[in-house]
């Protein structure tokens, strides 16, 4: 039955291992470009943060210059010139931090090269090494530390993976790494995950789950026993979990969304969608929830099961990845020739592609500026990790090489993190971690 789920969602080589920004997005005055500009390799420069057009517009209001640099939101500027950081004025003496070498910063020189001035003074690389002015990814958990880390959610402080080849729920450190077991007895496969303020999520082929963020109770014989917040109705592995206030939304490969009490034990499942698509990841807006199937198109549909609404072209290679931000629903089409990264307003519901000619677009991510998504090559099995400003998205990848296969991706104000599994299975993944 995992098998059949597998393949139903993801493509071949991932089983083995387990059009512009519009105002109808709400955003103003962007920049509008064709398919084609996109599938000719448009790049940015500086590491992916600044863009390549220059005067482009960024989300919170700001612009960046003909230098690349970005005019901050509170008049502040790094423009490529004069060194100004967040609306401080630059000494007289400050230099250009442009890469090149060094800049006086007012209280000495910096090397842009270094560790925590990287490509500009103060761009610190929060625990990985800068290359030609650009930090560099770097394991937050090892190959070696003997997990498979596959899906990923994060609160502040924390990422939480799933282990489907050793059957563990776990915890590691934003800033420090390593690895917190939250909970690991049990057969079942965990697949997804999402917390809260204070508890984990997960979904599983016997049901979904709920742990204390600090460790599941204990059993009389010293086993670990998360309570089932609710049973999986098609006893097959959960493709997505979700939670949002009271609820908790799954799937499950099944042509159903489901919704139980978070806080529940044991409590049967009510589905509030049966299509006739096999429903991949879930999210939501507290409003609807919204989610991607087997059929190409974004499905919504209100919690007490009213209101569905199907939005885009079928495709019969089906959409994948799905994320909420500021009132956009940003989703893949995992085609391998013609994958399309997405854009849905939540007010209109109305569909705008953002980035086409990619290779085979799974999970993204956004931190409202920018996005983020893993590009697989399905031949392979390896792929990207690519980015862009949402406003203006000349797509590039955010690393250079490839990995193994990359998996799920979060973002947070500070850094980018993404999971990766060995092709195959097997207890040599990692999690990577890369400045912003």
């Not at 004025?89 to 090149?100: F, I, L, R, S």
Request: with cysteine.
């Amino acid at each position: 039955m995992r098998a059949a789920r597998i393949a139903a969602g993801i493509p071949v080589a991932l089983a083995a291992a387990s059009g512009a920004c519009s105002a109808i997005l709400g955003i103003k005055d962007v920049p509008e470009f064709d398919d084609a500009s996109v599938a000719n390799g448009m790049t940015i420069d500086s590491g992916f943060e600044g863009g390549d057009a220059s005067g482009a517009a960024l989300a919170d209001g700001s612009a960046t210059d003909a230098e690349g640099g970005a005019i901050v939101a509170d008049g502040g500027a790094t423009d490529g010139d004069s060194g100004a950081i967040d609306g401080e004025t630059p000494d007289a003496d400050a230099g250009t931090p442009d890469g090149e070498g060094t800049a006086v910063d007012g209280s000495g020189v910096c090397n842009l090269n270094d560790d925590h001035n990287c490509g500009m003074c103060f761009h610190d690389c929060l625990g990985g090494t800068c290359s030609g002015g650009k930090c560099q990814p770097f394991a937050l958990v090892a190959a070696d530390a003997g997990i498979s880390p596959f899906a990923l959610a994060q609160d502040d402080s924390y990422l939480y993976w799933v282990d489907q080849q050793n059957n563990v729920v776990g915890q590691t450190d934003k800033v420090q790494g390593g690895i917190t077991l939250v909970y690991s007895t049990r057969a079942g496969g965990p697949y997804a995950i999402d917390v809260d303020t204070s508890a984990v999520y997960w979904g599983d082929d016997l049901g979904i789950w709920r742990c204390a963020k600090t460790g599941c109770p204990l059993t009389d014989a010293g086993d670990s026993n998360p309570p089932r917040a609710a049973n999986a109705m098609q006893l097959v592995e959960s493709m997505s979990v979700e939670q949002s206030g009271t609820n908790v939304y799954w799937s499950e490969g099944s042509p159903h969304v489901y919704v139980g009490h978070k806080f529940g034990t044991n409590e049967t499942g009510t589905s509030i969608w049966d299509g006739d698509a096999g429903v991949v990841r879930i999210t939501n807006d507290g409003q609807r929830v919204y989610f991607t199937a087997d059929d190409g198109l974004l499905h919504a549909v209100y919690p007490d099961g009213g209101g569905a609404v199907a939005i885009g072209t079928p495709n019969s290679a089906g959409s994948f990845g799905i994320t909420y931000d500021q009132n956009i629903v940003y989703w893949t089409i995992q085609d391998t020739s013609a994958g399309v990264v997405t854009a849905t307003s939540t007010t209109t519901l109305h569909n705008t592609p953002l980035a086409a000619s990619q290779k085979t677009p799974l999970w993204i991510a956004s931190d409202g500026t920018n996005l983020y998504w893993i590009d697989v090559n399905s031949v392979s099995g390896t792929g990207q990790v690519m980015g862009c400003l949402i406003e203006s998205c000349a797509v590039a990848p955010m690393v250079s090489g490839t990995y193994t296969p990359p998996m799920s991706i979060v973002v947070d104000s500070n850094a980018v993190y993404w999971s990766e599994v060995t092709t195959g299975g097997g207890t040599s993944g990692t999690i990577w971690k890369l400045a912003k």
